[in-house]
């Protein structure tokens, strides 16, 4: 079921360098998803602050489109589905579990939000939410071949309805996610997103986590480990080590504005701490 395009579409498109609406193309497409991960950061602010993270479509609208700030997948991956359904593109959400670091047959938690669409008879995945290893070009579902992106490559194994997305680095491939095409409704979202933003066994609750992508270079922020991943190079990484300074890079290197909250600069100081 589509969901009612109550956004401000213009400033939206405006955002990523758009003066009208594109075609529902997957060149459109292509270059929506590259543009989007550039301009809105992944970020838990929000969750590192405990504070509620309201998933309504208005609530996330004014956050990223207005506040300068950005979100994760339940807030990139919903906006960014509007936007696709608003000009054209059959499209809807699905979910997955994340399995990063960990086995692939682990039944993690289902918290990752994406997006499937149909496109000229082929199935794609979208996907604007993944933080630091988010793909940064639509991906073919029904084949298992390796995927070029302006970033790492990528590819799609199934097994029984079942799919793990992997993206190959330093010629390895790691096992990202694994997802289904079962249908969601937004009871799915809001019970993921409140496991995600409140539970205590989830990696955001406390944390601060932020990624933003540019051309060949991925910066990640975990805590207060700053990375620059270069395409094809060794990462560079530097320890922060005082709030004031995390806070200027938050600004300067992923582009946010930060909220306004009493206790930001004490919580951030008590994470670098720890």
């Not at 075609?23 to 991960?37: A, F, G, S």
């Not at 991956?77 to 997955?96: M, S």
């Not at 390895?172 to 694994?178: H, K, N, T």
């Amino acid at each position: 079921m589509s969901q009612p395009h109550l956004m401000n579409i213009d400033l939206y498109l405006r955002r990523l360098g758009y003066h009208s609406a594109p075609p529902p193309t997957l060149e459109t497409l292509r270059e929506l998803q590259w543009r989007h991960v550039c301009e809105f950061a992944f970020e838990s602010l929000s969750t590192l602050l405990r504070l509620p993270v309201p998933i309504d479509l208005g609530t996330v609208e004014r956050k990223i489109l207005q506040e300068g700030r950005g979100g994760y997948c339940y807030e990139l991956n919903q906006t960014f589905l509007v936007l696709l359904q608003h000009l054209g593109y059959e499209a809807r959400g699905i979910t997955g579990r994340v399995v990063m670091g960990g086995p692939e047959d682990a039944l993690t938690a289902r918290s990752h939000r994406l997006t499937l669409l149909h496109l000229d008879g082929q199935r794609y995945i979208a996907d604007v939410g993944f933080g630091g290893m988010v793909p940064t070009a639509p991906l073919l579902l029904d084949t298992e071949a390796e995927q070029a992106t302006p970033h790492e490559p990528y590819r799609i194994t199934e097994r029984d309805g079942s799919y793990t997305l992997r993206a190959k680095v330093m010629d390895e491939w790691r096992a990202l996610y694994v997802f289904d095409l079962q249908i969601q409704g937004d009871v799915d979202y809001e019970m993921g997103n409140w496991y995600v933003s409140t539970h205590r066994d989830s990696p955001f609750l406390g944390q601060l986590k932020v990624a933003l992508i540019g051309p060949g270079v991925r910066r990640t922020l975990n805590n207060g480990s700053y990375a620059l991943h270069r395409v094809g190079q060794p990462s560079e990484r530097r320890q922060i080590t005082n709030a004031g300074e995390l806070m200027q890079l938050l600004r300067d290197e992923f582009a946010l504005r930060l909220p306004e909250h009493p206790e930001l600069s004490r919580v951030l100081e008590r994470l670098l701490e720890a």
